[in-house]
C-alpha cells in the first residue's frame, strides 16, 4: 500500500466516524443500557464456601488366615476426593436439599407469582420468547402435562445457569471445595450445612451396601418398576387415544389419590395387627423365662410399652444374676419371677389395648373407603379411570427415580471403596452478614458493559457503511469500470463559497 492510499484509508476512517458521531453515542449508550439491564436480572446471591478433608484409611494388610476374616470392600479405582464431589454434586443430594429447603415452592413462586420487578421482567422475557412454541402447541393440540418443580429446582441446583452447588478438588490433595451459592446469606449457609451434614450421613448408612449382591438386587427392583412403568405409560396412552385424550377434572384426581392413600394406610393397620395378635399369642404362650422381644413399630412408638419392656428387661437381668447365687425357692427369687409375671400381664392388657384401638382405626377407615369409593361411582367412570391410570404412572415414576438415586449412590461406594471415608470440616460454611452479595458485582457489570459497548458502537457505522448502496467516492466506480474526469466538491454557502475556493 502507498502513502496516498494510507491517507486515502485514514480520510476515509475518520470521514465515517465523524459522520457517523450520532449513531456511535446512540449505540454506544443502548449497549450500556442492555448489558446493566442484563445485570439487574441476574438474581444476586450469596457464596457460602466450605473445606472439606476427605480422610480414607489405607487398607490394613491382609490376614495370612482370610478365612477368619469377614469380606472387605472392593479395592478403589477412583480418587477418593472425586468420589466425595460426585455425591456431594449428585441427583440424590440436589433431591434431598430441594425438598428440606422448598427449593420447589420458590421455583413456582418465581415462575406463576412473580413478586419482585426482577423476576417480573424475566418471566415477561421468557414467556414472549416462548410465545411461537406455545402458539404451536396449542394449534397443533399438543398436551402440556403439569410441570415437575421438584425436578426443575433440582436440575438449577446441579446444572443450572448459576448452580446452587459447586465442589472442585484442590489440585493434589484430598481436600474438596464446596461452594453453594443462595439467595440470601442465611440461606447460603444453612444449604451448605445441611449438605455436609446429609453426605456425612449418606457416608455413615452407605458403609455396609458395598457388595455386590445389593446392588444387582436394586438394578433388578429398578428394572421391573421401569417395564411396569412402560405399562403403566402404555395403557394410559390406549385409554387416552381411544377416548380422545380426555383429562380427569382436579376433584377427580384429588378423591383418586385419596382413595389409594387410604388403601396404602388399610393394608398397613391390617398388617400391624396382625403383628400385635401375633405378639400377644407368643406373649401368652411365653413361660416365665421366655424374654418379651418388641416385633412392632406401633410397640416401640407407644411410651406406656416402652416404659413396661425396660421394667421387664430390668427385672429378668435381676433374676439372672439372682439364680447364679441363690436357689429357686429363695425368696427374692419368687419375688422377682412374681414381678415378672406382673409385668407381662401389664404388657398383654396393653398389646390387647393396642389392638383393639387398631380394630378400631381399621374399621373407621374401611367406612371412609366404603363412602370414598362411593363418591367415585358417582362421577364419571372414565374420568376416574383416567385419574387412576395417571396416578400409577405417577407412582411408578417416583419408585424409578428412588430406586436410581439409591442405584447411583451405591455405585459410586463400591466404585470409589467409599465406605471406609470420612469427610472432615476444616473451614466451616460462613457467610459474613455485612458483605454484598457475590454476584452479580456492579463493578464486573460496569466493567463488562464499556468492553463490550465500544467495539459494538464503533463497529456498527462501518458495518452500515460497507451495506449502503450510494456510491461514496471514486473507488466505487472504479471497481465497475466507469472512468471519472474529475470530483465536483459540494460546498455550503452559495456564490460566497464558489469565491472561497478561487472559482
Known amino acids: 500500500m502507498n502513502l496516498v492510499d494510507k491517507e486515502a484509508f485514514l480520510h476515509n476512517f475518520f470521514y465515517v466516524l465523524c459522520r457517523r458521531k450520532i449513531l456511535i453515542l446512540v449505540t454506544f449508550l443502548l449497549t450500556l443500557a442492555m448489558v446493566f439491564f442484563a445485570g439487574f436480572l441476574l438474581t444476586p446471591t450469596w457464596e457460602a464456601e466450605a473445606l472439606l478433608l476427605v480422610d480414607a484409611p489405607t487398607r490394613a494388610n491382609p490376614s495370612p488366615f482370610p478365612g477368619l476374616m469377614s469380606p472387605q470392600p472392593p479395592a478403589s479405582t477412583d480418587d477418593p476426593a472425586q468420589s466425595v464431589v460426585a455425591l456431594l454434586t ?111 450421613k449418606a457416608l455413615s448408612d452407605l458403609s455396609a451396601q458395598y457388595n455386590g449382591s445389593t446392588r444387582d438386587a436394586y438394578r433388578r427392583q429398578l428394572t421391573e418398576n421401569e417395564s411396569r412403568l412402560q405399562t403403566a405409560q402404555a395403557a394410559l396412552r390406549s385409554f387416552k387415544e381411544a377416548n380422545h385424550g380426555i383429562l380427569p377434572s382436579d376433584e377427580v384426581m384429588l378423591k383418586t389419590a385419596k382413595l389409594n392413600e387410604l388403601v396404602a394406610i388399610q393394608n398397613r393397620s391390617k398388617s400391624e395387627l396382625e403383628v400385635l395378635q401375633a405378639q400377644i399369642a407368643s406373649l401368652t404362650a411365653a413361660t416365665d423365662d421366655a424374654p418379651f422381644l418388641i416385633a412392632s413399630s406401633v410397640i416401640e412408638a407407644n411410651t406406656v410399652m416402652q416404659d413396661l419392656s425396660a421394667r421387664l428387661h430390668s427385672q429378668e437381668v435381676a433374676l439372672a444374676a439372682m439364680l447364679t447365687e441363690r436357689t429357686e425357692q429363695h425368696p427374692d427369687v419368687i419375688n422377682a419371677r412374681t414381678e415378672i409375671r406382673q409385668l407381662k400381664s401389664e404388657l398383654q392388657v ?41 396416578l400409577q404412572v405417577q407412582i411408578y415414576q417416583q419408585l424409578c427415580l428412588s430406586v436410581q438415586s439409591r442405584l447411583e449412590e451405591m455405585d459410586v461406594l463400591a466404585r470409589s471403596g467409599i465406605a471406609e471415608m470420612r469427610i472432615k470440616v476444616l473451614d466451616a460454611p460462613v457467610v459474613s452478614q455485612t458483605s454484598d452479595s457475590d454476584f452479580p458485582s456492579m463493578l464486573i457489570v460496569a466493567i463488562v458493559a464499556l468492553v463490550f459497548a465500544f467495539p459494538v458502537s464503533v463497529g456498527l457505522p462501518f458495518f452500515v457503511e460497507y451495506w449502503r448502496d450510494p456510491i461514496k467516492g471514486p473507488l466505487d466506480l472504479e471497481l465497475q469500470q466507469v472512468p471519472v474526469i474529475g470530483v465536483i466538491p459540494t460546498l455550503e454557502g452559495g456564490e460566497a463559497g464558489l469565491r472561497n475556493v478561487g472559482l
Open 350 to 390: 396393653e398389646l390387647v389395648r393396642l389392638g383393639k384401638a387398631r380394630e378400631s382405626d381399621i374399621s373407621r377407615g374401611d367406612a371412609e373407603l366404603r363412602l370414598l369409593e362411593q363418591d367415585l361411582q358417582q362421577l364419571p367412570a372414565k374420568e376416574a379411570e383416567a385419574a387412576r391410570l395417571t
Open 90 to 200: 449428585g441427583k440424590s443430594m440436589a433431591y434431598e436439599m430441594v425438598k428440606r429447603f422448598g427449593l420447589d415452592e420458590r421455583k413456582r413462586l418465581k415462575t406463576q407469582e412473580p413478586d419482585t420487578l426482577r423476576d417480573k421482567a424475566k418471566m415477561a422475557i421468557i414467556h414472549l420468547m416462548l410465545a411461537p412454541v406455545t402458539l404451536m402447541q396449542k394449534i397443533q393440540g399438543v398436551e402440556i402435562g403439569p410441570v415437575d418443580w421438584v425436578d426443575k429446582a433440582a436440575d438449577d441446583f446441579r446444572k443450572g445457569l448459576f448452580p446452587w452447588v459447586d465442589a472442585k478438588v484442590n489440585t493434589e490433595t484430598q481436600v474438596v471445595d464446596l461452594k453453594i451459592n443462595g439467595e440470601t446469606a442465611e440461606l447460603a449457609q444453612a444449604v451448605a450445612l445441611a449438605l455436609i451434614e446429609q453426605a456425612q
